[in-house]
């Protein structure tokens, strides 16, 4: 009778094995228990932490890939884009300048329709030179196909690149993915991780297959051909209709590995924060979570109501579902560690964004933009508290000005 009753959730949990490791390192080893086939690396900082750690435990005997050393950022995107159109489970990455000297590699992954599952460590773009993060790198393929998520604990750096790989490898869509994972704050910081059961990952993750769009000599198809007029467009669309398919299997995707795994995140898209009975919200993405948590905590304590949601998926941009959260509040705040120089009302790529949802959903809530964090510089709870002060005065109707950089050296 014993043997019949289902395995309680405690024995479930203990098949996992918890370590204490830093955002690159989890990624690595997402890769491992992905059993990913093609591996490039090129160095730069700070995503090279990635690529040291899976050299480690191919050394080791510890994975089983092809692990090779590219001459540059370009070859390396070039050889993964080959790889994966031949049926390969591939993995790469970069960072700042050398994710743009991959730029037309960049450009044609997602229009071939090539599941190439890549991470940025988003570092600032020179000049000036700089290692610290920005996300300006990463979001230069946002109108290009390419899907993109970031995550900002090592942990949900590791759960999302699995995600990412059964939802890009997904038939329905076939689409690129780029993990981003703030530099210094997220690749070399450790945090302690759950760390799956390699059985759990293979129910979740199903094997890559392309089926009649494998590249192979016994099946004669034509790659990246010369279309100009007479198909362009068509393939554009098929290549947008992928897109507009991927937000239904990143919520499949979502559940999935809920149920099989024990752990929720809840809304895909984005995670609200203290925002139930909130009056103002402020809005982000990637690591700058922490201080804006802990100042939100602060001024709660104080009896002020702020909220904060923080963006996951940026390609897809859950517009309407964003737009219904935002719609609650008396005005929001978007920090962006990006900017776009010449945008409307100057602000980031972000704060843009988030106008354009809110606008579609005839939303009236004053929206303020915030450049903050760039080059590294730590968003400071000083900061924080100053960015809700500012929306406060937005909520009751006091005019403030659309734009405003936080943090600048007087």
Known sequence: ?????????????????????????AIAIACQLADVDVITAYPIRPYDTVMQYVSKLVANGEMDCEYIVAEGEHSQFEVVKHACACGARVFTGSSG?????????????????????????NRALDDPGAFGVEHNDALAVRDLGWQLVWVDTAQEALDTALIAYRVAEDRRVFLPCAISCDGAFLTHSQGIVKVPDQAKVKQFLPAYDRGDLLLH????????????????????????????????????????FEKIFGRS???????????????????????????????????????????????????????????????????VGVIDRDFSLGAPYSSGVLATEVRAAMYGAGAQQPVIGFIAGLGGREVTVPDVRRMSEIISAAAEGKRQPPTQWIGLRE
Do not use: C, H
Request: charged share 25%; glycine share 6%.
């Open 1 to 25: 009778m014993a043997e019949a009753i289902a395995t309680p959730p405690a024995r479930e949990a203990a098949t996992e094995k918890t370590s204490l490791i830093t955002g690159s390192e």
């Open 97 to 121: 300048v050398g994710w743009m000297y991959a730029m037309e590699a960049l450009t044609v992954t997602p229009a071939l329709r090539i599941p190439v599952v890549a991470m940025v460590g």
């Open 217 to 256: 000599p016994d099946n004669p198809i034509t790659v990246a051909p010369q279309a100009n007029e007479d198909w362009l467009m068509e393939i554009r669309r098929q290549t947008a209709a992928a897109m507009e398919r991927s937000p239904q299997v990143i919520r499949e995707a979502y559940a999935s």
């Open 265 to 331: 995140y809840g809304n895909p898209f984005f995670e609200e924060y203290m925002t139930d009975d909130a009056d103002i919200v402020l809005v982000g993405m990637g690591t700058l979570s922490m201080p804006v948590k802990v100042t939100i905590r602060q001024l709660r304590a104080e009896g002020k109501k702020v909220g904060f949601v923080r963006m996951r998926w940026f390609r897809p941009f859950a517009a309407e579902e964003l737009a219904k959260s935002l719609g609650r509040f008396k005005a």
